[in-house]
């Protein structure tokens, strides 16, 4: 299980624009692949001027699939579908399809360099529009039980605009051999429609 806590950390407002769900949930079923399910929450956040928003992530039920794993390597690929939150929501007519692929290759000891990218569909036409997303990322050991990381990326959160930036860094430190906690920074670089996002997260892993 997989769980993060976002609070907006801008100054003067705006939205902070969640890179994942606030619960995952995953569970092995086969070698090589495992179910997930991202759980239904909403947040309260700044909004411009002071403004509070209400965001809500909402229920998704996927696959992921290890394509490729060794001891220097990996590539995983995934499929989700996230039901609209309501019949009546005008602005979600069809439901949000997403692909992923992930991939990781260990440079030496202590570091890693790893990519993602990630495409979703539009809740309106649905497949006619396909919102992209990639990021790079790089992690670095201290020891067994530390792991700090940095990723920074670009993605399409509208149609018609041009492609915001984003970037965070993150300290995960291991409590047990079965769970962990994060915390991290992260902001938009270039906002879509003056929506500066800086955001602090805090997160746990916990691995029954």
């Known amino acids: 299980m997989e769980g ?3 609070q907006n950390a801008s100054k003067v407002g705006g939205t902070a624009l969640a890179a994942y769900p606030m619960v995952r949930l995953r569970a092995g079923l086969v070698r090589s692949l495992e179910f997930v399910a991202d759980t239904p929450s909403q947040v309260a956040e700044s909004g411009l001027n002071g403004r509070g928003v209400y965001p809500s992530s909402q229920l998704g039920l996927g696959l992921n699939y290890a394509l490729a794993a060794s001891g ?3 590539l995983a690929l995934g499929a989700e579908a996230r039901p609209p939150a309501s ?3 005008s ?3 069809q439901p949000e399809y ?3 692929a992930v991939s990781e290759y260990r440079l030496a000891k202590s570091f890693t360099l790893s990519g993602f990218l990630d495409g979703s569909t539009s809740r309106t ?3 006619q529009h396909v919102f992209p997303m990639a990021a790079l990322g790089f992690g670095f050991y201290p020891n067994a039980r530390t792991e700090l990381s940095t990723d920074v990326g670009s ?4 149609r018609h605009a041009s492609p915001q930036s984003f970037g965070d860094i993150s300290v995960t430190e291991a409590l047990h051999k079965a769970s962990a906690v994060e915390v991290g920074l992260g902001t938009t670089l270039n906002p879509v429609s003056n929506a ?3 955001y602090l997260a805090v997160g746990f892993d916990f691995r029954p």
């Open 98 to 100: 997403t692909l992923d």
């Open 91 to 93: 602005s979600e007519t």
């Open 72 to 74: 220097r390597y990996a």
């Open 4 to 6: 993060l806590y976002y």
């Open 125 to 127: 036409v649905g497949l």
């Open 196 to 198: 500066k996002a800086h």
């Open 87 to 89: 019949r009546f929501a």
């Open 155 to 158: 993605r399409f959160v509208v």
